[in-house]
């Protein structure tokens, strides 16, 4: 890379000082020099002046995260949120080029050496999750992984600076930076139940996009270049399903063994399927630790996965735990986890999903393993709708294929000119078409790169849905407990080599994520692998009518909903009462509204 504008490297700590205090995050600034400025907290580099800018980064003591830093190298200061997976491949290509590094060195000291030393193909190289800020003269850069397992965010500050931040409430709480509510976001969000692309729910505020470094200008530019987007393999007819297939398992046995830690016991998130019933067998079989497995129940009452889990639990010698979540539990602490995510996220499991956090940090674990990324990454059951849509269609267009995908997520979005005011409706219409929510999925299913309609599907699910919903929220819950949520199934070389096999193999004439199955036959009892999909019910609707019945109608049909002007009263009434277009099984729009109320309320919107 081209030697760039240096900053002077920080002070030394003094001997015996100890470490920043964690659990943290981080910011970074590159502000106009224009007077004093108050003291930033947490300041850990800078300020530095350098062209007219003030450049500083600052750990966010307290706010949950795995925050390190700062690094010097070359003249760039850089923090970041960085885990990686494989060091010593790293610290060889490093050597290679004549700069080794310490073995000690941290992994934020050892990315930012990677990148420096051999662009974007060291960030390509490297396995893990991460964000990493770097000071670079008066620009900012900021790097996202491949897949976005970590993220972070940035802004204009009012007098022409930038702020960027891995947490974004700290981003809102900035006196220097105009943040309110975009009504563009709240569309996407009542669309997809998450916040795909760039969007938040704070205007002008930016996402990270995974995969991709982006250089914020002292000019005001933002450049965005990609390191790392999978592609679509060529059909070679000599590969046999078998060839396929067991380098499938290889690569599953190594994303597994680098993400489990050393000398200690591991956790798994169990839930009976079979992407987290392969995670659980194969950590059970490379690991020389006990392996922890969690499920949770919502009573016996209701259909669940308990049998299996157990099963596959008791078939690999796990030490099991099943967390009872009554709806009460629930009810009470639905604001709080709530409250935790940089995006809202349209997803019962949430509290949940915290619940088992809390208890393998309360097993002493540091590590839990999950199986998310075996439906985006190899054709679950989200894409069949799809699929036949394209067999029936007769509307040829690429919008139509858009809006298409739009109705599968069956939230809200057919519903938006019944919920939305009069007044939200025309604020969404003076937008314009070019902020249409169509926009975050059509460049994926329109992509000649990728030949096959199911491979444009699975690579739409991984930049959107895995990116934004499935990734962050593990991040965020599991964060929040001083635990790290690793996803194997999400592994670079899986996805790759997931990418590279036949769409023919993914979705075999009605058996999906075939050759996910064929690869861990082994491993588990055929009753597991080969069963039909049935998923976990949770009780939403009970739960509405139930303890959150009274909270729901304070919360939606309150003074302070009705001030901000965003629903209809009657239409939130009729939903409430039963009527409308609910989901026969969850109530899962009155769900989105609750969960976007409690998280505009956290953020004082």
Known sequence: MAESHRLAAPAPAPAGARAPHRPARYTVLSLPVAGPRPPEPGLVAGPFETQGRCVSAALLAGVPGFADGPFTVDGRTAIGEVTLHNRDELHAALAATGQPTEPGCSDGELLLRCWLALGPDGLRAADGMFTLAVLD???????????????????????????????????????????????????????????????????????????????????????????????????????????????????????????????????????????????????????DRPVHTYSISFGNELPNELGYSGLVAAHCGTRHRVLTVPGEQVAARLADTVALLDSPVGDPLTVPNLMLAEAVAGDGLSVSLNGEGGDPVFGGPKNLPMLVFELLRDDPSEQARADAYLHTYRKCWEDLPVLLTGEALAGLDALG???????????????????????????????????????????????????????????????????????????????????????????????????????????????????????????????????????????VETWMRGGGLLLPRQGGKLWLLLTLELWLRAYDL
């Open 433 to 571: 078409p070019a902020a249409h929510p169509r926009r975050h999925v059509a460049p994926y299913l329109s992509d000649r790169r990728m030949p096959s309609l199911l491979d444009q599907l699975l690579h739409c699910n991984l930049r959107t849905k895995g990116a934004h919903h499935i990734l962050t929220k593990v991040e965020r819950l599991t964060a929040s407990q001083g635990i790290q949520g690793r996803s194997p199934l999400f592994d670079r070389q899986v996805v790759e080599h997931a990418f590279t096999t036949p769409p023919a193999l993914k979705l075999r004439a009605t058996e999906e994520k075939w050759i996910l199955k064929e690869a861990v036959r082994d491993l588990l009892p055929d009753t597991v692998t080969y069963r039909p999909k049935s998923g976990m019910r949770v009780p939403v609707q009970q739960w509405l009518r139930g303890p959150l019945s009274e909270h729901t109608l304070d919360l939606l049909l309150g003074p302070t909903a009705r001030a901000r002007g965003l629903f209809r009263a009657d239409t």
């Open 137 to 287: 003269g008066p620009d900012l850069v900021l790097i996202r992984d491949h897949m976005g397992a970590r993220t972070a965010f940035h802004c204009r500050t009012r007098d022409g600076g930038w702020a960027a931040s891995s947490s974004l409430r700290h981003l809102r709480q900035r006196p220097d930076v105009d943040t309110g509510l975009d009504l563009g976001a709240v569309r996407s969000f009542l669309t997809f139940a998450y916040l795909p692309g760039t969007e938040t729910l704070l205007r002008g505020v930016s996402e990270l996009l995974p995969g991709k470094v982006t250089r914020l200008g002292a000019d005001g530019s933002v450049r965005v270049e990609e390191f790392w987007e999978p592609q679509a393999g060529s059909a070679l007819t000599e590969l046999t399903d078998r060839h396929y297939a067991s380098v499938l398992r290889e690569l599953l046995d190594r994303a597994v063994a680098r993400r489990l830690p050393d000398g200690q016991d591991v956790a798994v998130l169990l839930s009976g399927g079979v992407d987290s019933s392969l995670v659980t067998a194969l950590a059970a079989r490379l690991h």
